[in-house]
T-cell receptor, first 115, second 112 residues
């Protein structure tokens, strides 16, 4: 059931060294999300795409950016990771708009460690 | 914006007993309420959801009830098993903006 795939599953980076996390989906869903989840906390939405339309949360730091080159792929770029950015990063997809298509499907996550 | 609260933060039950987890929400326009189960180090997995046009939904040992007037919804797990031990998140959405607002999560422990 690996329909939302995230790579890598574990990423170690150095303080300030840019890092890119990848998400791909075989579901042909229109909407893709990036969440940050820290230990013992709920997932926190960073941004989402509806097709090519990018939607940034107001409190998402400028250090975080995203790209969606096509329907299947979405990338999370962290330009200058700080120690506080160590977390699990979850990608999720959703079929599209309309109340019968609201279910979000999560990928396995990428655990980021910043040294 | 929407605010979802989840209480308590931990719940411990004896195997075979029932567990009830309650969430409240603030936005009366919310119309979609999923429940996710997350085991340690794994992804959140949808276990059940309910839409505002129904008051109750059941799937085997799991049920969800919705009270729109009081703006709360609850997860009911019957005949709990040790494998039910996990963190459970409730969430709410208006559907229109495609965003979920999560509660803080509750850690359920089922004692064998």
């Amino acid at each position: 059931d690996a329909m939302v795939i995230q790579n890598p599953r574990y990423q170690v980076t150095q303080f300030g060294k840019p890092v890119t996390l990848s998400c791909s989906q075989t579901l042909n869903h229109n909407v893709m999300y990036w969440y940050q989840q820290k230990s013992s906390q709920a997932p926190k939405l960073l941004f989402h795409y509806y097709d090519k339309d990018f939607n940034n949360e107001a409190d998402t730091p400028d250090n975080f950016q995203s790209r969606r080159p096509n329907t299947s792929f979405c990338f999370l770029d962290i330009r200058s990771p700080g120690l506080g950015d160590a977390a699990m990063y979850l990608c999720a997809t959703r079929p599209g708009q309309g109340w019968v298509q609201e279910t979000q499907y999560f990928g396995p996550g990428t655990r980021l460690l910043v040294l | 914006g929407e605010n979802v609260e989840q209480h308590p933060s931990t719940l411990s039950v004896q195997e075979g007993d029932s567990a009830v987890i309650k969430c409240t929400y603030s936005d009366s326009a919310s119309n979609y309420f999923p429940w996710y189960k997350q085991e340690l180090g794994k992804r959140p997995q949808l276990i059940i959801d309910i839409r505002s046009n129904v008051g109750e939904k059941k799937d085997q040992r799991i049920a969800v009830t919705l009270n729109k007037t009081a703006k709360h919804f609850s997860l009911h797990i019957t005949e709990t098993q040790p494998e039910d031990s996990a963190v459970y998140f409730c969430a709410a959405s208006t559907g229109a903006n495609s965003k979920l607002t999560f509660g803080k999560g509750i850690t359920l422990s089922v004692r064998p």
